[in-house]
């Protein structure tokens, strides 16, 4: 796994770094009462290509999972629906929605924190990104920061009842 090499020398595992990065911008959500789940797209050399969050109550758009929203800024931003050698990184276990729309971008790789054992599509409900019966598997590393993602959740929707 690739490493950023912290100013005292240590090392701290990039997925670690993006899971971060992916919380702060999850809490944005949170200013329109939208879910608080986040979604990053990386190149292959490890640069931030595009994010999303959930909007669905913002745009009244139900498909407006934050998946969603960052692979669709990914493929404005390179021009192509194929995004090949990129790395998604998601707060919450992706849905079967969102799995689908993975699969169908092509995304080699997804990196994602809380489980969702209501809904998840890569893993805990249904394990979609690695079905080898379809045409295309996708890398998956789960539970990253997991316990912050999960958290961001719980809060959000305690506050709710």
Known sequence: MPTHVLANGGAVPTHQNWMREAIVEARL???????????????????????GRNEREKTQDPTAHAELVAIRAAAAATGDWHLTDTTLVVTLEPCVMCAGAILAARI??????????????????YDLLRDRRLNHTVEVTAGVEAEACSALLLDFFDSRR
Do not use: E, H
């Open 29 to 51: 959500a949170l200013a329109t009462g939208d879910v608080p789940v986040a979604a990053l797209v990386f190149d292959s050399s490890g640069q931030l290509i595009a994010s």
């Open 108 to 125: 080699p790789r997804v990196v994602f924190g809380a489980w969702d054992d209501k809904a998840g599509a890569v893993g805990s409900v």
